[in-house]
């Protein structure tokens, strides 16, 4: 097929993909959405009133920055509100497999694209359908890392800032980052000491309640950062499925030598990279992978995140490396990351199997690279690359 037709295909793709959308929204903008605890957030931020709950697990977990982000959203009536952040969403996801077929498949880009817009959709689709911010997050990730590679310090912040904005949880790839990008630091700082004084240019005028929200959001991730729920789909739902809890004290000794681990393992691949860029979608892919297992409170939609990199590294080893094994091992994982749109019965076996297939793709994956490294280093030629794009 000429690329120019694919090329077509993807912006039908995507343009059916958001007109479906669209019109689920118009029947009823309030269903399936979690957009509404983000416009209460909002609201209670232009009149001045706290904006965490003080009980439950649930509701604004997000640093006070996401509720001034969201304002101009929120202002809006339903249908559009909706419609729009769904849009800002998809551009900035859309934007960061598009970025990723460029860097990687010069010669083949709209092809690629096409293929990594039809695998990525497994995973994507219960965010894009309940407006979560992770698939915007997930894009962002990609382009802060990506961009550290091409050390483009101040996109990188810029994306980074976006990521933090959008999840407290992005620290930790932040953090990566920073570890292995020392050129970064300086940059990096200025990013927190920015990060942190946000908020406060939006209440010139009340700045004690900026820094109560502060105290509040702090308290707050302390009490759900233990949910009692068995419905999160982190490491712990795969010893939940034998019928086993982890105690507190091991299951974050368990957390803390894993985020030791995956620092130790980058160190050690370092040594070894394709190129830049191929080592920064490592990082993603390690820090993403640590988040989705460590994270206590891990939903099934996160996985998006690893749809993305499993979306990249098979297309990369079967179109570049030619490594058919690994590529199609990690192609076949993909489907899984969707199943829970198959009803209930499968969201519950969902808690599970995504931890099992977070783990599946990143050792053999790791043990693909190690093994690469007996190699002699060659870069990767795009001109080479398979008949089958």
Same mark, same amino acid.
């Given at each position: 097929?000429?690329?120019?037709?694919?090329?077509?295909?993807?912006?039908?793709?995507?343009?059916?993909?958001?007109?479906?959308?669209?019109?689920?929204?118009?029947?009823?903008?309030?269903?399936?959405?979690?957009?509404?605890?983000?416009?209460?957030?909002?609201?209670?931020?232009?009149?001045?009133?706290?904006?965490?709950?003080? %009980?439950?697990?649930?509701?604004?977990?997000?640093?006070?920055?996401?509720?001034?982000?969201?304002?101009?959203?929120?202002?809006?009536?339903?249908?559009?509100?909706?419609?729009?952040?769904?849009?800002?969403?998809?551009?900035?996801?859309?934007?960061?497999?598009?970025?990723?077929?460029?860097?990687?498949?010069?010669?083949?880009?709209?092809?690629?694209?096409?293929?990594?817009?039809?695998?990525?959709?497994?995973?994507?689709?219960?965010?894009?359908?309940?407006?979560?911010?992770?698939?915007?997050?997930?894009?962002?990730?990609?382009?802060?890392?990506?961009?550290?590679?091409?050390?483009?310090?101040?996109?990188?912040?810029?994306?980074?800032?976006?990521?933090?904005?959008?999840?407290?949880?992005?620290?930790?790839?932040?953090?990566?980052?920073?570890?292995?990008?020392?050129?970064?630091?300086?940059?990096?700082?200025?990013?927190?000491?920015?990060?942190?004084?946000?908020?406060?240019?939006?209440?010139?005028?009340?700045?004690?309640?900026?820094?109560?929200?502060?105290?509040?959001?702090?308290?707050?991730?302390?009490?759900?950062?233990?949910?009692?729920?068995?419905?999160?789909?982190?490491?712990?739902?795969?010893?939940?499925?034998?019928?086993?809890?982890?105690?507190?004290?091991?299951?974050?000794?368990?957390?803390?030598?894993?985020?030791?681990?995956?620092?130790?393992?980058?160190?050690?691949?370092?040594?070894?990279?394709?190129?830049?860029?191929?080592?920064?979608?490592?990082?993603? %892919?390690?820090?993403?992978?640590?988040?989705?297992?460590?994270?206590?409170?891990?939903?099934?939609?996160?996985?998006?995140?690893?749809?993305?990199?499993?979306?990249?590294?098979?297309?990369?080893?079967?179109?570049?490396?030619?490594?058919?094994?690994?590529?199609?091992?990690?192609?076949?994982?993909?489907?899984?990351?969707?199943?829970?749109?198959?009803?209930?019965?499968?969201?519950?076996?969902?808690?599970?199997?995504?931890?099992?297939?977070?783990?599946?793709?990143?050792?053999?994956?790791?043990?693909?690279?190690?093994?690469?490294?007996?190699?002699?280093?060659?870069?990767?030629?795009?001109?080479?690359?398979?008949?089958?794009?």
């Amino acid at each position: 097929m000429k690329s120019s037709y694919l090329a077509l295909a993807s912006i039908v793709l995507w343009s059916v993909l958001l007109l479906s959308l669209s019109l689920l929204i118009f029947h009823n903008p309030t269903s399936r959405t979690v957009t509404l605890a983000y416009v209460q957030a909002s609201i209670r931020f232009l009149q001045k009133l706290p904006l965490y709950e003080s %009980s439950g697990i649930h509701g604004f977990l997000y640093f006070p920055h996401f509720a001034i982000f969201f304002t101009p959203f929120a202002l809006l009536p339903p249908i559009p509100r909706e419609i729009l952040w769904r849009i800002f969403s998809l551009v900035i996801f859309v934007g960061a497999l598009r970025k990723l077929t460029s860097s990687f498949f010069p010669l083949h880009q709209d092809k690629v694209f096409f293929y990594f817009s039809l695998l990525i959709m497994f995973s994507a689709l219960a965010s894009i359908r309940n407006g979560q911010t992770n698939l915007a997050l997930s894009g962002s990730l990609v382009l802060s890392f990506l961009a550290c590679g091409e050390k483009n310090w101040l996109k990188a912040a810029f994306f980074f800032f976006l990521s933090l904005i959008l999840k407290p949880i992005a620290l930790f790839p932040f953090v990566y980052a920073t570890i292995f990008y020392p050129s970064f630091k300086k940059t990096a700082f200025w990013l927190v000491l920015l990060f942190v004084l946000f908020p406060f240019f939006f209440c010139l005028d009340h700045p004690l309640y900026m820094a109560e929200q502060y105290l509040l959001f702090t308290k707050r991730m302390t009490t759900v950062s233990q949910p009692n729920e068995a419905n999160f789909a982190d490491i712990q739902g795969l010893f939940r499925v034998v019928h086993v809890e982890l105690p507190f004290v091991l299951s974050l000794l368990i957390r803390s030598l894993a985020a030791i681990g995956v620092i130790l393992l980058a160190f050690r691949l370092k040594r070894w990279s394709k190129s830049p860029l191929f080592f920064s979608m490592l990082l993603y %892919s390690f820090s993403t992978a640590y988040l989705l297992l460590c994270n206590p409170r891990t939903e099934l939609n996160s996985y998006v995140f690893l749809g993305l990199s499993l979306g990249f590294f098979s297309l990369y080893f079967l179109f570049v490396e030619k490594q058919k094994t690994i590529g199609l091992f990690l192609l076949a994982l993909q489907p899984f990351l969707g199943i829970e749109a198959f009803g209930k019965r499968w969201v519950e076996i969902g808690l599970w199997l995504k931890p099992l297939i977070c783990l599946l793709s990143q050792i053999p994956l790791t043990w693909q690279l190690f093994k690469e490294q007996t190699k002699p280093t060659i870069e990767s030629n795009p001109n080479s690359q398979s008949p089958l794009l």
